[in-house]
């Protein structure tokens, strides 16, 4: 197999009817029931599923199924690519390969209930530029070039599998009012950390803002001192915070309907990952292939295993994949031996 033809059957191969275990599993089971155990297979889950979680998702499930209606997930992440990597400000392979492999998790849904299923993108990009200084336009180019790839997929997925993204930001009609609710919010998310104690537990927050932080981007923050970074670095956990707290972002990721998917634990939410071997979020990492005998894997390195690597770069094209992310295909040996 080439790397070409791998590509190709990650777009083609994107969804799965149900096996012939499967069918009898639903009937055995039930849909409720079903549908549960397809989500939270050991072959897609990559952490336990903690109580909340389980009430949440199997919630959600009797919710759809017992008024018909299509199964909500949510998927909310940064909407930027991490200035560190050669990729940005666009989508690359990582969201590629991490789009297929969550069509892939979903698809035994789809082919088990009717009424499908909504997967949503959320992009957080309203908060990055107060919150990383990443420019706007950067966010906008990641947003524009992850619609478009999304429709490298479409056409093959089923009708009753949808896919999108949409920015929390476009949820505002009255943007002074959610200035108000933010403002209210950073200031109470202040005084939370500075009442936390656990000093590596602050540490650990304040490590991840700085990696984040692009101080030659929106605004020229390299002629602050070390004492000006570092506020500007402690305010980044706050911003997060405060901004995850916004009502009408809650509402429409945390909603009694809504499944939440990430790719490490976080609270009522199902942790699977971005690839069937990889666990760094797609925004902040790099698509690769992996060489594996006559096949490849999917993997999606952070930007500290993209600098211990050896990349060898393969021309692809592929119908719709456009821009200069596209032209060739990372592949790496083995990271794991």
């Known amino acids: 197999m080439t790397p070409q033809q791998f590509i190709q059957s990650e777009i083609t191969n994107s969804y799965d009817s149900l096996s012939e275990i499967d069918q009898k599993e639903l009937s055995s089971l039930g849909v409720e029931a079903f549908l549960y155990k397809k989500l939270t297979s050991k072959k897609f889950r990559k952490w336990r599923v ?16 017992s008024t018909n209606k299509p199964l909500q997930f949510r998927y909310p992440f940064g909407g930027y690519k991490l200035w560190r990597l050669p990729s940005t400000p666009e989508v690359d392979w990582a969201e590629f390969f991490a789009i297929a492999y969550y069509l892939r998790y979903l698809s035994p849904i789809a082919a088990a209930y009717k009424p499908g299923l909504e997967l ?29 790839l999304l429709n490298v997929f479409r056409p093959n997925l089923p009708s009753n599998l949808k896919v999108n993204i949409v920015r929390i930001a476009d949820f505002y009609d009255d943007i002074p009012a959610m200035e108000t609710e933010l403002s209210a919010n950073v200031e109470k998310f202040k005084q939370e950390y500075q ?33 000006e970074k570092r506020a500007v670095i402690e305010m980044g956990p706050v911003y997060h915070d405060a901004y995850c707290s916004l009502a009408k972002r809650r509402e429409f990721n945390r909603g009694d309907d809504k499944i939440v998917l990430f ?28 060489s594996k005998s006559d096949t490849f894997a999917a993997r999606v390195l952070s930007p500290e295993q993209l600098a211990s690597v050896t990349i060898d770069k393969t021309p692809v094209s592929i119908d719709g994949l456009t821009g200069k992310n596209f032209e060739t295909i990372g592949v790496i040996t083995p990271l794991f031996g």
Request: charged share 30%.
């Open 195 to 227: 009442d936390i104690v656990d000093d590596d537990k602050k540490q650990k927050m304040y490590t991840m803002s700085a990696l984040n932080i692009k101080f030659d981007g929106a605004q020229d923050l390299t002629t602050l001192s070390a004492d």
């Open 120 to 148: 949503v993108f959320s992009s957080d990009d309203l908060i990055i530029e107060r919150m990383d200084n990443i420019p706007k336009a950067d966010t906008d180019n990641y947003f524009a070039s992850f619609k478009k």
């Open 50 to 65: 903690d109580e909340l979680s389980e009430k949440q998702v199997r919630r959600a499930i009797h919710l759809a199924v």
């Open 263 to 290: 790719t490490t634990p976080i609270p009522n939410a199902l942790a699977i990952g971005t690839t069937k071997t990889s666990v760094t979020k797609f925004w902040t990492g790099y698509g690769v292939l992996e």
